[in-house]
């Protein structure tokens, strides 16, 4: 029933058709104590929607309409859709594999906002130029010192990361070399397998079968 309310909700008011729903996936993300809808469409689309509130009864959730909380388009068609601790502890992520093999994942912490550290970087430049000049003025407040703090080890944190992902990458490098080098001297001839994904579904507003 919730599902059938969402399509409603999707298409009011569009001017056309949104594209094929592929996945579907149910969640906490948000952390309002009940679960969040995940929606992977055909043309890349990932939309996230609230199924209403956790302390209403099953019965007035069905009566409320989906809330749009967040969307993104990934320009893929994304395959499958699932929720756990990928990048930390502290948030449900949302990560999804797209129909090229690329997997992602989308995390509603705040630190999602700043992924490459551009924002520290400059705000430890702004630091240093102003060095001089804050040391003839009265030091900051706690809460300034502590949001510097947190930039701080929050940046050792991502470059630890980096290390053991890249140490990590390299590993399985290597494994992954020798063991086609030693298929390569046994001479042993692969066989791939290619599978071609195909669809063959009915668009009602030019009333015909579209294969693709």
């Excluded at 240093?128 to 502590?146: D, F, H, I, N, P």
Aim: aromatic share 6%; with cysteine; charged share 25%.
């Amino acid at each position: 029933m919730e599902c059938w309310l969402l399509a409603l909700c999707s298409n009011t008011g569009a001017g056309s058709r949104r594209a094929r729903v592929c996945s579907l996936h149910t969640a906490d993300i948000v952390k309002s104590g009940a679960l969040d809808l995940v929606v992977g469409r055909d043309d890349g689309n990932v939309e996230l929607w609230g199924l209403g509130d956790a302390a209403a009864f099953a019965s007035q959730r069905l009566e409320q309409a989906p809330t749009p909380l967040w969307e993104t388009c990934l320009q893929e068609s994304i395959q499958s859709l699932s929720s756990g601790h990928i990048t930390g502890g502290d948030y449900v992520e949302v990560v999804l594999a797209t129909f090229g093999g690329k997997v992602l994942a989308f995390t509603p912490s705040g630190a999602a906002r700043d992924p490459t550290g551009t924002h520290m970087a400059q705000q430890e430049e702004k630091e240093e130029a102003g060095s001089s000049l804050v040391s003839r003025m009265v030091k900051g407040s706690k809460t300034a010192e502590s949001e510097q703090a947190e930039l701080r080890h929050e940046r050792s944190r991502r470059f630890q990361v980096l290390e053991q992902e890249v140490a990590r990458l390299k590993a399985e490098s290597d494994k992954a070399r020798k063991e086609y080098q030693n298929l390569s001297s046994e001479q042993i001839a692969m066989q791939t397998t290619t599978k071609v994904t195909h669809r063959f579904g009915l668009a009602s507003e030019e009333a015909c079968y579209i294969l693709t």
